[in-house]
């Protein structure tokens, strides 16, 4: 196992300063990871272009990413690909969830790819915080700063259920490989 600082991929904030990455996600083929930052966008890169700065090391050396998602108004918290890698999940500060899917191959430099907006979950009342794939994508767990744990069904665009066994913020969420149980995190 390699362990590095990828000081390359960064996010963009206010006045030039590098913005704080909140969240990363390798994609399940390992052909690309995504960032989630504080200059509200989702940024995601190339895998192979990583691989190759670290054997060259040239870990330092600026890296342009495959496209950059920015219909965030706030900091994104967290980005998960889907278990199939179809799909990339991102939440913010926004309170929303956006799901993105693949779009194609861009010819127009330096974008190189396009990521589209599937939906757009507006459901929460505060800061989302996580996002979770149920295993067999159909269904998405979220938590937020106000305590709660929403579980969505993406096949019909709509809330399941909303879970409030919490006094506090829910930080994280997971869901077991079956698909039976989450567990939450505070």
């Not at 904030?13 to 996600?25: F, H, L, T």
């Not at 399940?28 to 090391?57: H, S, Y």
């Not at 342009?64 to 706030?74: A, I, M, R, V, Y």
């Not at 907006?117 to 979770?132: F, N, Q």
């Amino acid at each position: 196992m390699k362990v590095f600082v990828a000081n390359f991929a960064f996010h963009q904030g206010v006045n030039g300063k590098v913005a704080p990455i909140n969240s990363v996600a390798i994609h399940p083929d390992l052909t690309r990871f995504a960032t989630a930052g504080g200059d509200n966008k989702v940024k995601i890169w190339c895998m192979v272009t990583l691989l190759k700065a670290m054997e060259d090391q040239e870990i330092n050396k600026a890296m342009e990413p495959l496209c950059t998602l920015s219909s965030h108004n706030g900091q994104v918290a967290c980005v998960r690909w889907s278990n199939s890698g179809e799909y990339l999940a991102s939440c913010s500060d926004d309170m929303t969830i956006i799901i993105w899917k693949f779009g194609g191959r861009s010819s127009i430099a330096p974008i190189k790819e396009f990521w589209k907006c599937l939906t757009t979950i507006k459901k929460h009342t505060a800061d989302v915080i996580d996002v979770c794939w149920s295993p067999d994508d159909k269904y998405i767990a979220s938590t937020s700063v106000s305590n709660c744990i929403i579980i969505w069904d993406l096949e019909h665009n709509q809330m399941v259920t909303t879970l409030q066994a919490h006094r506090t913020i829910v930080k994280g969420v997971a869901w077991d490989p079956i698909g039976k149980y989450i567990a939450t995190q505070v």
